[in-house]
């Protein structure tokens, strides 16, 4: 399984698309029976599966502005804040390469 392989990382990417909700699908409320929200979970594996050839936020840009517009249809306003913040989790990894 994916996530299981980045760990971490994906469930970051996850937490940070949840936050952001660009597509408006986490209820303002969440039942805490009901467990952790997973509406993003798709989008948030194929974010970090692509992340490998990022070098450059752009990059990171590109692949959230295309994972939106492939499973959506559209590019919600917003994205170019869930990319900054993906950038932020792997830039560190990026510099000590």
Same mark, same amino acid.
């Given at each position: ?43 948030? !594996? *194929?974010? *970090? !599966?692509?992340?490998g050839g990022a070098a450059s936020p752009q990059d990171v ?5 295309? *994972?939106?517009a492939e499973w959506f249809g559209e590019e919600p306003p917003?994205?170019? !804040? ?16």
């Amino acid at each position: 399984m994916r996530r299981a392989r980045y760990g971490a990382l994906y469930h970051e990417v996850a937490a940070i698309l949840e936050r952001h909700d660009p597509m408006g699908l986490v209820p303002d409320e969440v039942d805490p029976e009901l467990g952790p929200f997973d509406e993003y979970d798709p989008e948030a !594996t *194929v974010i *970090v !599966t692509g992340l490998g050839g990022a070098a450059s936020p752009q990059d990171v840009m590109r692949i959230v502005h295309e *994972v939106f517009a492939e499973w959506f249809g559209e590019e919600p306003p917003g994205l170019d !804040t869930v990319a900054v913040e993906v950038w932020a989790l792997i830039e560190p990894s990026r510099r000590a390469s």
